[in-house]
């Protein structure tokens, strides 16, 4: 079974940074895309960047500028580089991997636990 694992996450100082991974373990035979979500409270999940296996991205554009996405597919894992926060930027923050995890399987959307993310002076 595929779990994904984040970590990274904690309190900052706005205008600081940080920076989130999300490794995958298990049994995994292909990655395609790799994505980061993030929900505050009392607000729905949203898209915050995703990269394909090509190394395509997209950003919201709230984080456009600050936040770089980047995968490393030797360690099946996603990185989140977080600069110039701001306290809107507050949130438990999610990974999710698309994939298959055994050749001849459908494709599966993974998600992380989650890690919480608190910009506050």
């Known amino acids: 079974q595929v779990q994904l694992v984040e970590s990274g996450g904690g309190l900052v100082q706005p205008g600081g940074s940080l920076r989130l991974s999300c490794a995958a373990s298990?049994?995994?035979?292909?990655?395609?895309?790799m994505g980061w979500y993030r929900q505050a409270p009392g607000k729905q999940r949203e898209l915050v960047a995703a990269?394909?296996?090509?190394?395509?991205?997209n950003y919201a554009d709230s984080v456009k500028g600050r936040f770089t996405i980047s995968r490393d597919n030797a360690k099946n894992t996603v990185y989140l580089q977080m600069n110039s926060l701001k306290p809107e930027d507050t949130a438990v923050y999610y990974c999710?991997?698309?994939?298959?995890?055994?050749?001849?399987?459908?494709?599966?959307?993974?998600w992380g636990q989650g890690t919480l993310v608190t910009v506050s002076s």
């Open positions: 999710t991997f698309d994939l298959i995890a055994t050749m001849g399987d459908p494709r599966l959307e993974v």
């Open positions: 990269i394909t296996s090509g190394g395509s991205t």
């Open positions: 298990g049994s995994i035979f292909s990655i395609y895309a």
